[in-house]
């Protein structure tokens, strides 16, 4: 199979030991709480919760590696990159505290390149680097540990319209299935003497040379569906609610799990409105580097 | 008053009185020091905005009434798999073509992303639910089985490329709408393309080639930079070749809208999440998607609308 889906069940995760709703709920809340703060003070509480639900999900570092190390690298270049440039904290702090200013030895074209190291400029970073981080962690677990056959009585039980939860069900069991088409199209195509691997040309010749693969699967598809309608309809799809073959019930440490969410995004939203959380830098280092 | 039309009246009246609260409750007072949410609404002026507020929502409103009944809000059976389709379908080839299975080239920093043109196709053919579906729900899944976690804002930007594209359906006059979307497409990407020209520095975040240790951080080519301005042309060529053929002009400029709004939402939002400056997500991250995507859409979305024509009038559906 072309598809492989990255959930398997693990019996010592503490993520897959709550229900998918709880933990969709939950994941929400702690996604705006994070992003109502700006202080790394506020942030780290934040930080270590994502690296407590990272250690204790089960998942083995050969599996989420490379997603791991992409995000990871992302995260640390986008902070650097604030850092060297000064662009994009400008936002939220106004003055600088100079710490040390680097130039170079020579200039180009009458450019001197210069790197001003300020206090805000590394604070801003890390903030940066912690808020961003948090979020990611949490993020890229979900595919590993919430299970695809349980993703569209996830999506009713958060309160999506029934037809819309079916839909994401259906496109579950979908997804193997065109990629297996896929596989049978292209080898096809090859057998007929289409090579994808090789196509040249200008980007106007390399994008229509990507038709003979991706118009028949579309249209294989769409042709394809016409059966599945006919046995939804059949089965008189839509006239009353509907019932899901794997019930999902809240039990205590759910619901735990779901009042810990809430009181996260109300404490940090309160805290925002009641105005902590913004930049900070610390007092000690200002007057240290003030002029 | 049937019950749809009620939870649409229902759900405007409560965003109504969440911006009565927060502009007279919460705008009346004084922002606290260096609070990052600042409500203060300036209360000598506070009446004339609400009035904008109110405007807006009865213009929402007015929209859905007058197109309550066209078939284009409609959600049966059929829609239910199209949505699937496409969305598993956007989800399988976003995932095949970003470079991970098949080593596809990419020319002056621009690498093959063809997968955009199912949400545009799907959006066109089958409605802007059916399209919203595909866009976003194929990339929330694409980004999961490519292992590199979920971003909202992305995924609800491309569920914008699909509604977008499927907007057609509202409007009567198709050739006049058709020159109205011209005309705002056109000056977005010129716009955007006179942003890039102030800020040639910036680097094209969404460049990776790791043979050579590029990990987004070099600086935008001008090709990638101007991708948008040919994506135009060439839409706009689309449109008038295809003169006769409205249905392949109509999906192509709708196309177009789409994926430069439902892009833009996605970058800007950068602003607020990742704190990027407004020249970064515009030129940083707008460009270099939704230039190339406008050149995908110009040549892979007419060859599908074609090639369905066809099988319906051979199925006779």
Redesign the interface.
Known sequence: MLVAWRYRKRENSLIQSFDPRAWVIFYACYLFATLSFWDVRFLLPFFFIAFFVLFTSGVKWYEMRRAFLFIVGFVFFFALLTFLTGRGGAEVYEEEHLIREFTASFSILGWTPSLKVTVERVFFAVSQLVRVSSIAVMTILIPYSLNPALYGITFKGVGLPDKFAYAMDLTMRFIPTFGRDFQLTMDAQRARGYELEKISGGIVQQVRKLGPIFVPVTIHAIIASEDIIDAMDLRAFGVGPRTWLDVLTYRMRDRILIAAGIFLLAGSISLALAGYGSFWTPEALIKMFSN | MDKKLTNVLISLIVILALFAVVMFALGAGE???????NFSVDQASVVSRFVFVVIGIAIAFAVYFATSSNKAWE???????????G???Y???S??FNGTV????S?SQ?S?R?AI??PM?FGFAFGPVVGF?TGA??NM?GD?????????QWSIGNGLVGFVSGMWMLFSDRKKSMDAVLYVSGALALLTALLFFLNRGE?NMLFYDVDNGI???QQISLFAGLAIVIGFL?ALGVRYLFRDNEEVATAVTWGMLGNILGLLFAALSDI??????F??AIVGEFLPAAG?NL??AA??VP??VV??KS?RTQ?G?
């Open positions: 922002p606290a020091e260096g609070a990052l949410f959600v049966g059976t059929r829609e239910v798999v199209w949505m699937a389709i969305a598993a379908l989800a399988v080839f995932w095949l098949f080593v596809v080239p020319l621009v093959l063809p043109a199912i196709f579906f729900v194929g899944f999961a089985l490519t292992g590199f976690g979920l971003s909202p680097a990990f987004g951080d060439l607020v999440i990742n704190g990027f400056s020249a970064a190339p050149i995908f040549i892979l060859m599908l090639a369905y099988t199925s559906r």
